[in-house]
Nanobody, 125 residues
């Protein structure tokens, strides 16, 4: 059983930066692959980034490569999403999620078992 709480969202101008955090409860956090997803108004929730349980592998949707960086600190039970060079198209509610499967697919939304409540990111022009 894992509970996730996102934080760090807010309003930022285009070109600015934000760092999102996802704090997880539970003693087995290190066993879970972690992902970030986002959902803009009227659109489906989409994959953004993911990281393996060890932190050795990361994955990104093409539109954020070179701008976003996912990382994790298992000792702190926390995963981060550093977002640089933000664009208005990045505006969405951002959710973190945990995947406890033996062989996670990382980018597939229905593979994730636990979800946070989301944090709003708004990028203005």
């Amino acid at each position: 059983q894992v509970q996730l709480v996102e934080s760090g969202g807010g309003l930022v101008q285009a070109g600015g930066s934000l760092r999102l955090s996802c704090a997880a409860s539970g003693r087995t956090f290190s066993r879970y692959a972690m992902g970030w997803f986002r959902q803009a108004p009227g659109k489906e929730r989409k994959f953004v980034a993911a990281i393996s349980w060890s932190g050795g592998r990361t994955y990104y949707v093409d539109s954020v490569k070179g701008r976003f960086t996912i990382s994790r600190d298992n000792a702190k039970n926390t995963v981060y999403l550093q977002m640089n060079s933000l664009k208005p198209e990045d505006t969405a509610v951002y959710y973190c999620a945990a995947d406890g499967s033996n062989y996670p697919s990382f980018t597939v939304i229905y593979e994730y078992d636990y979800w946070g409540q989301g944090t709003q990111v708004t990028v203005s022009s």
